[in-house]
């Protein structure tokens, strides 16, 4: 025989026979949910036969176009397979029951285009869903009376083998069709996360779910469930789900509101913890698997840093806010070099608001470079950035050009890589004086970004003067430090309602770098410090600075060539800022909680 006629009866194959279908459903009906012996008997002699109708019924429903179409020519097809569902000889065979169960799977429409079609979709799931929860059927009691098993253990079974053969299926690849008419074979990962909803909370659907959420998105119509991401979101926000780090991971991949509920709730926990401190902070922002998710996938990372963009523009002057966006950044920077070289994605993908010269710059980490490099990096940026604002104020109208955009990019791009700060206020202890200016205007934009309403060429000035008076305080030749200093400093960090004041912490900064990095003796330097921090309540404020600073020097943000003595004046220090803050009243340190 020619290989075309062969094809042509191949194509020529007879279709399912309506009258056959009436035959089976009759039998159906007989058996009922085999209560009899007589109907357990004539299931078990006509179930080799039935497997045969089941798999030429599957046939025809992958051939047909629509569910409305098959159920235009098997009218009785749900009464059919509904009764078989409720079977247990039926559903206690392993094929029968996987036939069944992709008859039912077969019929979902990914996208219900009438009403007949969406009735069907809610019935599918209601069996499905009924077929393998419910543990008082009748039937079931009594086919597990015969068998001896549990009726719970019976049911986990189904549900486990179900689980099984769904993941199966969902495994294989895409193969479209040649006749266009007919379905994708990717039609099953709809039905197969629609089926999911009722069971999400079960441990035993846990491959099924990590397998669902992990397979590649090569076909459009490999979508997922919208109503199955939301019960998996909302099971797994209200600690009623466990999943695996990989699957937490794909699921805020495949769903933007899981993803935006979870950075929200990391911020919210965040902002709660306002005595925390930046070690604690990091512990909690990397125990949160978001770095890791922003790295593996730059989409990820982008709707992570829009909702840090948009908190940042409604809590600017939140020291706590910009100390959480920092160290995200360090723990997605760090998880994204242990990806190299696997990831071969720009950093210009991750950061494409940012200025781009700007970029490599910032993201290089201090201790990327000798710390003799330092003055010449931090001036080159703070040139930069003197630039970038100058040509913004010099438009008159810069909201419509872009500039504002701009200086808040560079802005954002600076908070987010603030351990450049700490190197400034590093370099400020020894700073000569023609010298300092790159460094406090770069200081100053970073806590007063724009003029308009930061007043940041006032702040330039006012951080001078903190600066002026740090430096003859910790001189070693001054001892006891002049009062007049002193007095002038205490009043730089106390707020003037009469005039636009330096943020506190920023004078705060400078000061607890003096104290660490100087020359001057320690017993002098802690005198100085616990007199300032004293008068101006700024004590809780000075223990998170300190720590900040220890950390960051562990990272190697702040290098020193005598580690071990910066070490040790910085636990010195410690041990009496904790001591001060001790002593304080509830009322006292209610207060003056200023979180960085």
Same mark, same amino acid.
Request: aromatic share 6%; charged share 20%; hydrophobic share 40%.
């Given at each position: 025989?020619?290989?075309?006629?062969?094809?042509?009866?191949?194509?020529?194959?007879?279709?399912?026979?309506?009258?056959?279908?009436?035959?089976?459903?009759?039998?159906?009906?007989?058996?009922?949910?085999?209560?009899?012996?007589?109907?357990?008997?004539?299931?078990?002699?006509?179930?080799?036969?039935?497997?045969?109708?089941?798999?030429?019924?599957?046939?025809?429903?992958?051939?047909?176009?629509?569910?409305?179409?098959?159920?235009?020519?098997?009218?009785?097809?749900?009464?059919?397979?509904?009764?078989?569902?409720?079977?247990?000889?039926?559903?206690?065979?392993?094929?029968?029951?996987?036939?069944?169960?992709?008859?039912?799977?077969?019929?979902?429409?990914?996208?219900?285009?009438?009403?007949?079609?969406?009735?069907?979709?809610?019935?599918?799931?209601?069996?499905?869903?009924?077929?393998?929860?419910?543990?008082?059927?009748?039937?079931?009691?009594?086919?597990?009376?015969?068998?001896?098993?549990?009726?719970?253990?019976?049911?986990?079974?189904?549900?486990?083998?179900?689980?099984?053969?769904?993941?199966?299926?969902?495994?294989?690849?895409?193969?479209?069709?040649?006749?266009?008419?007919?379905?994708?074979?990717?039609?099953?990962?709809?039905?197969?996360?629609?089926?999911?909803?009722?069971?999400?909370?079960?441990?035993?659907?846990?491959?099924?779910?990590?397998?669902?959420?992990?397979?590649?998105?090569?076909?459009?119509?490999?979508?997922?469930?919208?109503?199955?991401?939301?019960?998996?979101?909302?099971?797994?926000?209200?600690?009623?789900?466990?999943?695996?780090?990989?699957?937490?991971?794909?699921?805020?991949?495949?769903?933007?509101?899981?993803?935006?509920?979870?950075?929200?709730?990391?911020?919210?926990?965040?902002?709660?913890?306002?005595?925390?401190?930046?070690?604690?902070?990091?512990?909690?922002?990397?125990?949160?698997?978001?770095?890791?998710?922003?790295?593996?996938?730059?989409?990820?990372?982008?709707?992570?840093?829009?909702?840090?963009?948009?908190?940042?523009?409604?809590?600017?002057?939140?020291?706590?806010?910009?100390?959480?966006?920092?160290?995200?950044?360090?723990?997605?920077?760090?998880?994204?070099?242990?990806?190299?070289?696997?990831?071969?994605?720009?950093?210009?993908?991750?950061?494409? +608001? &940012?200025?781009?010269? =700007? *970029?490599? %710059?910032?993201?290089? @980490? $201090? /201790?990327?470079? !000798?710390?003799?490099?330092?003055?010449?990096?931090?001036?080159?940026?703070?040139?930069?950035?003197?630039?970038?604002?100058?040509?913004?104020?010099?438009?008159?109208?810069?909201?419509?050009?872009?500039?504002?955009?701009?200086?808040?990019?560079?802005?954002?791009?600076?908070?987010?890589?603030?351990?450049?700060?700490?190197?400034?206020?590093?370099?400020?202890?020894?700073?000569?004086?023609?010298?300092?200016?790159?460094?406090?205007?770069?200081?100053?934009?970073?806590?007063?970004?724009?003029?308009?309403?930061?007043?940041?060429?006032?702040?330039?000035?006012?951080?001078?003067?903190?600066?002026?008076?740090?430096?003859?305080?910790?001189?070693?030749?001054?001892?006891?430090?002049?009062?007049?200093?002193? +007095? &002038?400093?205490?009043? =730089? *960090?106390? %707020?003037?309602?009469? @005039? $636009? /004041?330096?943020? !506190?912490?920023?004078?705060?900064?400078?000061?607890?770098?003096?104290?660490?990095?100087?020359?001057?003796?320690?017993?002098?330097?802690?005198?100085?410090?616990?007199?300032?921090?004293?008068?101006?309540?700024?004590?809780?404020?000075?223990?998170?600075?300190?720590?900040?600073?220890?950390?960051?020097?562990?990272?190697?943000?702040?290098?020193?060539?005598?580690?071990?003595?910066?070490?040790?004046?910085?636990?010195?220090?410690?041990?009496?800022?904790?001591?001060?803050?001790?002593?304080?009243?509830?009322?006292?340190?209610?207060?003056?909680?200023?979180?960085?």
């Amino acid at each position: 025989m020619s290989q075309p006629l062969v094809l042509l009866q191949q194509k020529a194959e007879p279709l399912l026979d309506v009258q056959e279908m009436q035959l089976w459903l009759e039998k159906a009906v007989a058996w009922g949910q085999a209560d009899s012996p007589d109907a357990q008997k004539d299931t078990c002699l006509h179930l080799s036969r039935l497997r045969d109708f089941l798999q030429q019924l599957l046939t025809h429903i992958h051939n047909t176009s629509s569910t409305t179409e098959t159920m235009k020519r098997l009218p009785v097809i749900g009464q059919f397979l509904g009764r078989l569902c409720w079977n247990p000889y039926v559903t206690a065979d392993d094929t029968s029951r996987r036939l069944l169960l992709q008859n039912l799977w077969g019929l979902y429409s990914e996208h219900p285009s009438n009403a007949v079609e969406r009735k069907a979709n809610q019935w599918i799931r209601k069996v499905l869903c009924q077929l393998t929860t419910e543990d008082d059927d009748t039937a079931t009691q009594t086919l597990v009376k015969h068998m001896g098993v549990p009726t719970t253990q019976y049911h986990l079974t189904v549900l486990r083998k179900k689980v099984a053969l769904v993941q199966e299926n969902i495994g294989k690849g895409c193969s479209l069709p040649i006749d266009r008419s007919e379905r994708c074979s990717c039609d099953r990962i709809l039905a197969a996360s629609e089926a999911c909803v009722p069971l999400v909370t079960c441990a035993e659907a846990a491959p099924l779910i990590g397998a669902l959420l992990q397979r590649p998105l090569i076909c459009a119509r490999a979508a997922l469930s919208v109503d199955f991401l939301d019960a998996l979101s909302s099971a797994y926000s209200s600690n009623c789900l466990l999943l695996e780090e990989q699957t937490v991971v794909s699921m805020w991949y495949h769903s933007l509101s899981s993803l935006e509920e979870a950075v929200l709730s990391l911020l919210e926990s965040v902002l709660a913890n306002t005595g925390s401190t930046l070690h604690r902070l990091e512990q909690q922002l990397a125990q949160s698997l978001l770095p890791k998710a922003c790295a593996q996938h730059c989409s990820i990372f982008l709707v992570v840093n829009d909702i840090f963009r948009s908190i940042l523009k409604q809590l600017e002057g939140n020291e706590c806010i910009k100390s959480a966006i920092h160290t995200f950044t360090n723990c997605f920077i760090r998880e994204l070099s242990l990806l190299q070289p696997k990831m071969s994605i720009s950093l210009k993908a991750f950061f494409p +608001q &940012s200025p781009q010269n =700007l *970029l490599g %710059p910032l993201l290089t @980490q $201090p /201790s990327e470079m !000798p710390q003799e490099s330092w003055r010449h990096h931090l001036n080159w940026l703070s040139g930069s950035l003197q630039r970038l604002t100058e040509e913004e104020e010099e438009d008159e109208d810069s909201s419509r050009t872009g500039g504002h955009h701009k200086v808040f990019e560079a802005w954002f791009l600076l908070v987010q890589c603030a351990h450049w700060m700490q190197a400034t206020a590093q370099l400020l202890v020894t700073a000569r004086p023609e010298d300092c200016d790159p460094l406090l205007r770069l200081l100053t934009f970073y806590h007063h970004p724009t003029n308009k309403g930061h007043h940041r060429a006032q702040q330039l000035v006012r951080a001078k003067d903190a600066w002026n008076h740090l430096c003859p305080l910790f001189s070693v030749l001054a001892c006891p430090p002049p009062i007049d200093h002193l +007095q &002038s400093l205490v009043a =730089l *960090l106390s %707020p003037n309602p009469q @005039q $636009p /004041s330096l943020t !506190p912490l920023s004078v705060l900064d400078l000061l607890v770098n003096f104290a660490v990095f100087s020359q001057k003796s320690l017993s002098g330097s802690t005198e100085i410090l616990q007199t300032v921090v004293d008068r101006t309540g700024l004590v809780s404020e000075a223990v998170c600075v300190l720590g900040s600073l220890e950390l960051r020097l562990n990272r190697g943000s702040c290098l020193s060539s005598d580690g071990n003595r910066v070490h040790l004046r910085i636990k010195a220090l410690q041990n009496t800022l904790t001591h001060m803050y001790a002593a304080q009243s509830p009322a006292e340190k209610q207060a003056h909680t200023h979180p960085l």
